[in-house]
């Protein structure tokens, strides 16, 4: 696992006594080893850098942010091992998703998207750009969890009292501008129309319990809406807690009989 972080943690937490899936190690930045050994406990591997990998490792997950997918996510699946990742993103820069897929193709590695905080992707990839006519996001967060976001220069958070819309525009610009709260915007436009036909607004609700994510979507096989009210993780408010659990059933369904 990449990070040892708020998702990170949960996920660890979640499968400590998961006789399925187990984290044998974690990358964390070399300064950080010491502490995160601390936390972590014997039973698992405390690294800073992709060659100190056990060779046998079949999966990483990234929960760390777009800065560790790009620092390490090429090397990684260049070694043949598939790669999961929450900070979907990044992706928007496309130079780097076609070298990470260019990675993953010559090694026969899988880049695995998560839905993280998300639900309803699945049958916006089961329907397929060519049966989507129009897709939307609309994300709604209590007007703090938006704060060290970019949103921060332009409002005043804390005065906030009624929903205010603190973006409105495409997926790529979101994900760009919103690194860690526009992680699940990217994961719809990956299913559905692309970064580029992916209308996504972003708003500060005062009355939001959670963190609420709508999609619509349109097209001649569905006529779908969805919305996720997910509750934060407590270790950071701006994060729903089902993205860890996403991940750990992504790990689970690894080596699971019966995969849902
Ligand atoms: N898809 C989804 O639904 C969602 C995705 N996300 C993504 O998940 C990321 C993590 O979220 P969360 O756990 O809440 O955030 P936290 O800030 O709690 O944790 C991030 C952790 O990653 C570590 N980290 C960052 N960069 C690196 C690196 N280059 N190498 C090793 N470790 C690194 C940080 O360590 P350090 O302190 O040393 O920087 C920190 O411990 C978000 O930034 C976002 O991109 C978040 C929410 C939902
Ligand atoms: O956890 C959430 O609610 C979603 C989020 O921050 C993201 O997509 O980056």
Redesign the pocket.
């Known amino acids: 696992m990449?990070?040892?972080?708020?998702?990170?943690r949960a996920v660890h937490t979640g499968l400590r006594t998961d006789a399925q899936a187990l984290i044998r190690q974690v990358?964390?930045?070399e300064?950080?080893c010491a502490a995160i050994r601390q936390a972590t406990g014997d039973d698992v591997g405390v690294i800073s850098s992709v060659d100190a990998l056990h060779t046998d490792t079949r999966f990483v997950l990234e929960?760390?942010?777009?800065?560790?997918v790009r620092?390490?996510g090429a090397e990684i699946l260049a070694r043949g091992i598939s790669l999961g990742i929450?900070?979907?993103?990044v992706l928007a820069d496309d130079e780097l998703h076609e070298a990470l897929r260019r990675a993953a193709a010559g090694s026969g590695a899988q880049l695995v998207i998560?839905?993280?905080?998300?639900g309803g992707t699945d049958a916006i990839a089961a329907a397929g750009p060519e049966n989507l006519t129009m897709v939307t996001y609309t994300g709604r967060k209590p007007p703090m969890a938006w704060a060290g976001s970019p949103a921060e220069d332009q409002f005043d958070l804390a005065g906030i009292t009624e929903p205010t819309v603190l973006f409105s525009g495409t997926a790529r610009e979101a994900a760009r501008q919103y690194?860690?709260?526009a992680?699940?915007v990217a994961?719809v436009a990956l299913a559905g129309r692309g970064f580029d036909d992916t209308k996504v607004s972003l708003v500060a609700d005062p009355g939001a319990n959670g963190n609420t994510h709508e999609i619509a979507a349109r097209g001649p096989l569905l006529d779908f809406s969805f919305t996720t009210g997910g509750r934060p993780?407590a270790?950071?408010p701006?994060?729903?807690a089902?993205?860890a659990m996403?991940a750990v059933r992504t790990l689970r369904n690894l080596t699971g009989t019966v995969v849902v």
């Open positions: 990449i990070g040892y972080g708020a998702i990170a990358l964390v930045r300064t950080r929960c760390a942010g777009h800065e560790a620092a390490y929450v900070s979907v993103g998560l839905p993280g905080a998300i690194p860690k709260n992680n699940v994961t993780l270790a950071n701006r994060t729903s089902l993205t996403s």
